[in-house]
Nanobody
């Protein structure tokens, strides 16, 4: 079993930066994928960024590429999502998820989810 806990969300103005964190505990090991997803009101949940524990490759949705950076601390089992130049359309509940299969754009591959954290960007 894997437990994921998000932190760091909040309310910011457009153009600001914010970093959200996801700390994992339990049976999570090198090679597990950790992904960030987001869901805005009335919309489907959507992949934002992902990384595999113990490896350096990162993956981003085109909408955030160049503005968001995913990083990790393998020892702390914590994955960070640094969000720069935030826009109102970035407002959503951000979810952290983990997959035994490695990072993926499809949420169907993720078996473990955090409860989500709200990020609101005002214009």
């Amino acid at each position: 079993q894997v437990h994921l806990e998000e932190s760091g969300g909040g309310f910011v103005q457009a153009g600001s930066s914010l970093t959200v964190s996801c700390t994992a505990s339990g049976d999570i090991f090198k090679g597990f994928g950790v992904g960030w997803f987001r869901q805005a009101p009335g919309k489907e949940r959507h992949f934002v960024a992902g990384v595999n524990l113990g490896y350096d490759a990162t993956h981003y949705d085109q909408a955030v590429k160049g503005r968001f950076t995913i990083s990790k601390d393998d020892i702390k089992k914590t994955v960070y999502l640094q969000m720069n130049d935030l826009k109102p359309e970035d407002s959503a509940v951000y979810y952290c998820a983990s997959s035994r299969l490695g990072t993926s754009w499809s949420e169907d591959n993720y078996g473990f989810w955090g409860q989500g954290i709200q990020v609101t960007v005002s214009s």
